[in-house]
C-alpha cells in the first residue's frame, strides 16, 4: 500500500511570495489533515477533510492560508503572502473512515528568508 | 496550562536499557493515544495506539494509559541505537476528530 505523497519536500522563498504544497493521501482514507509543525514542536492542525468538506480549520490563519480538496481526493495548501513565522514543516496526514490512526507524508520542509 | 505536555529531553541512554516516555494531558474527553516516531527530516511514524486505559504490548514497545491520572507512557526494551528520534504523543476524543500532538521527547540510544 502506497503511503501519504507530499510534494516538493523543500522550498525557499522570499517573504511576502506564495507557495503551495500537495498531498495525496493513502487510497480510500476519507479523511485528511495539515498539520503544521515548528522546528522543537508537535504537529499542529490546521485544516482537516472528510471527502471534500471542511471539519475543522478554526486554527487555520485565513488571511493568507487556503487550502482545498475539491475531489475529495488529493489535497493543495497554499500561503499567500509568506512571513518569516511560516518556517515550518507542512505534515500531510490521512486516516480511514472508522479506524482511529493517521498516517502521515514525510512533509515538506517550508523556509521563509 | 498546554492541553498535552510531554518532557522534551534531550534523553540519553546507553544501549539495552530500558527507556519510559511520558506525557500528561489535561481533557479528560481524550481516548484514543497514539505514540508516533520521528525520525530527522522525515514525518511521524505510528508505533502504538491504544484505547481508553489499559496496557498495549507490540515487540519491543510497551503503551500504558492510566486515564485518572490523565498520563500515558511508552517503554522501550532493550534499546537499540536505531531507536534514537523524537518520540510524539498524540490524542483524540472520538473518531473523526482531530489528534493534539505533544512536543515531543528526544531520545539518543548510545552504542
Known amino acids: 500500500e502506497a503511503g501519504v505523497a507530499q510534494s516538493p519536500r523543500y522550498k525557499i522563498i522570499e517573504k511576502r511570495q506564495s507557495v503551495a504544497f500537495w498531498c495525496n493521501p493513502i487510497s480510500g482514507h476519507a479523511t485528511l489533515y495539515w498539520y503544521q509543525q515548528i522546528l522543537g514542536q508537535g504537529p499542529k492542525l490546521l485544516i482537516q477533510?472528510?471527502?471534500?468538506?471542511?471539519?475543522?480549520d478554526s486554527q487555520l490563519p485565513k488571511d493568507r492560508f487556503s487550502a482545498e480538496r475539491l475531489k475529495g481526493v488529493d489535497s493543495t495548501l497554499k500561503i499567500q503572502p509568506a512571513k518569516l513565522e511560516d518556517s515550518a514543516v507542512y505534515l500531510c496526514?490521512?486516516?480511514?473512515?472508522?479506524?482511529?490512526?493517521?498516517?502521515f507524508g514525510q512533509g515538506t520542509r517550508l523556509t521563509v528568508v | 496550562q498546554k492541553e498535552v505536555e510531554q518532557d522534551p529531553g534531550p534523553l540519553s541512554v546507553p544501549e539495552g536499557a530500558i527507556v519510559s516516555l511520558n506525557c500528561t494531558y489535561s481533557?479528560?474527553?481524550?481516548?484514543?493515544f497514539m505514540w508516533y516516531r520521528q525520525y530527522s527530516r522525515k514525518g511521524p511514524e505510528l508505533l502504538m495506539y491504544t484505547y481508553s486505559s489499559g496496557n498495549k504490548e507490540d515487540g519491543r514497545f510497551t503503551a500504558q494509559v492510566d486515564k485518572s491520572s490523565k498520563y500515558i507512557s511508552l517503554f522501550i526494551r532493550d534499546s537499540q541505537p536505531s531507536d534514537s528520534a523524537t518520540y510524539l504523543c498524540?490524542?483524540?476524543?472520538?473518531?473523526?476528530?482531530?489528534?493534539?500532538f505533544g512536543p515531543g521527547t528526544r531520545l539518543s540510544v548510545l552504542p
Open positions: 481533557n479528560s474527553a481524550f481516548q484514543y
Open positions: 496526514a490521512s486516516s480511514k473512515t472508522g479506524e482511529p490512526e493517521a498516517f
Open positions: 498524540a490524542m483524540r476524543k472520538r473518531y473523526g476528530q482531530n489528534f493534539v
Open positions: 477533510f472528510q471527502n471534500n468538506g471542511v471539519v475543522d
